[in-house]
């Protein structure tokens, strides 16, 4: 498993039959439906998102996250709300490449506190 290669991408809300395992292995199982309806309300709200690993057509990980303002200084900052790797996959990179793509997107915002 070393040498696949490994794309990270945005989730979509067609990808959801895909991370149900990933959710049981992070400790949340959930229905198709249940899933379906929090990751519609999740990707809605500004600042908020998810994206998968994927490896020959699997999805083998996911990070979720959401932005919140500070109060005690003016920014934001963003909170990662879940991070799960197939427990297949682990120890070959893919959750160090799920944080880059989140650090990559989130220098856009100029809001965020560094």
């Known amino acids: 498993m070393q040498n696949q290669k490994i794309i990270i ?11 149900l395992s990933l959710m049981e292995q992070l400790g949340y ?10 990751f519609s309300n999740f990707i809605n709200i500004p600042g908020y998102g ?3 690993a ?3 057509d699997n999805v083998i990980g996911l990070i979720a996250w959401s ?6 200084k003016d920014g934001a900052r963003i909170h990662i709300e ?5 427990k297949e996959y682990r120890k070959i990179g893919v959750g160090k490449a799920l944080i880059k793509y989140l650090e990559k997107n989130i220098k856009r915002d100029k809001n965020i506190c560094h």
């Open 67 to 72: 932005k919140s303002n500070l109060f005690v």
């Open 9 to 19: 991408t945005e989730c979509k809300i067609t990808e959801i039959n895909s991370i």
């Open 54 to 56: 994927i490896s020959n």
């Open 50 to 52: 998810a994206a998968i």
């Open 29 to 38: 199982p959930a229905e198709i439906e249940q899933l379906t309806n929090r």
């Open 82 to 86: 879940a991070l799960v790797v197939d």
